[in-house]
């Protein structure tokens, strides 16, 4: 039984936006998978479709055989979802958001505050649990969206650009725990437009652009078919690292996701 | 398959916030009642003659218990509602493995909690002061959750459908208040010209200050059974309606 699987997934906004185009995706119990594309591509709508924030016009989604239409509480009992906006009550201190969280995924008072304990501590929050979300740093409210995520317990746990605005080194703290995480069995699925966050944590990376998965296989067999053989490197691959998922994304989508190369194609359209 | 647990939290939850603000929760409200008997009561209470045997303080009192239960219940579900919507946890609470129903129910048992805590506190208070006895606690307490529950579900649906914080306060200033104050609050429908009482009897809370009136006085303009059946089945479906909305993400899904 696939963790997450997705068939046939559609869904329109308005009849001029079409946010996803049929999205089939298979998530495998135990993997660490990554949707990489830019801002707008679809991926937020994904997530939010998995866990019902979005209702799709088609299509089906299964998590863990439950369908989230049919059994939404059964399927939802094994998400945690981090999601890209910050999302926590903005007036209650964090160490009671935290504790609200475990019950309402069936946590019993007594185990989510020690849950609750366990999780700020590790995420470095414990001596903010008095205070409320907007008396925290950008990066700490980040932590605080993982944090809460894993109060229930997740078997799924699903990150929508958990690492947009958080420091360097922060990331990279964050990055290990998550493997962590993955390897105690966790499945993850996350979203990134980092191209280093994707190479580096995940099994499979799904490339979404315009609504549709246009490749989806681990880093090394991407880059292996993707790559640019013996191309000179002119306009938008300047900024591009040979070898990377960065040179997959831009064969395939014919954009780049780095910042370099976004500062070149504005200057481009300037000179013009 | 939902779990206690959830629905528990989510009314903790509810509790939590109102106590924690509990200067803009409970002590305006029961200020603004106090000073509506001690103007309307006290000072120019004296003026007016007896309605149905029972001074002029002693008549308004259950009007104005039932109108801090009203607006009460209405702000507690609806400012929880709309804050959880602007600062998006309403999303996180969507997206946790809870029903609508639950939802629903957990919001409107925190209306109730406030509602019957302003109300009660109002009755309390101002018929311990006049010395006067309670009529019937079963018609009272029936009166007084009806009211939470209608109300807590206005304010449900009042939230869902705003688009600003105004259009909220102008629900409360420009509907509620004008038909709590023309439901016979201040004053007996019988003492009003033909018209303006034929128009007062299709006004719903009506009837129901006339029937926590009963419960709270003895004394009736409607027959005791109008009032709990039409307040009761208004109240029944405009709990399905709030479940509905949540059932089918109106205004929450996209």
Known sequence: MNAIEITGLKKSYSATVEALKGIDLSIPQGEFFGLLGPNGAGKTTIINSIVGLVRPNSGSIKVMGHDIRKEPLAAKRYLGLSPQEINIHAYFPIGNVMEFQGGFYGLSKKESKQRAEKLLKDFGLWEKRKVGRFKLSGGMQRRLMIARA??????????DEPTAGIDVELRHELWEFLKGLNSDGTTILLTTHYIEEAELLCERVGIIHKGKIVACDSPTKLIEKYRFENKERKGVLKFVRPGSLEEVFVNLTGKSLAEGAKEWEVSRDLQL | MGSFTGFATLVTQEFFRFWRL???TIFPPILTTLLFILIFGF????????IHGFPYILYIIPGLAAMGVMNNAFSNTSTSLYMARFDQSLDNILAAPLKPIEIVTALVVGGIARGILIGGIT???????????????????FFLIQQSILFGCWGIIGALRAKTWDSL???QTFVITPLV?????FYSINLLPDIWKKISIVNPLFYMVDGIRYGVLGILEVPLWHSVALSGLLTLLLFALCVYLFQIGYKLVR
């Open chain 2, 123 to 141: 009755l309390a208070v101002s018929l311990l002061l006049l010395k006067q006895p309670l009529f019937s606690w079963p018609v009272t307490f």
């Open chain 2, 169 to 171: 306060a102008t629900t």
């Open chain 2, 181 to 185: 104050y023309l439901g016979g609050v």
């Open chain 2, 22 to 24: 509990i200067r803009q």
């Open chain 2, 43 to 50: 000072s120019l209470g004296e003026r007016i003659q007896e």
């Open chain 1, 150 to 159: 894993l109060m229930g317990k997740p078997k799924i746990l699903i990150l």
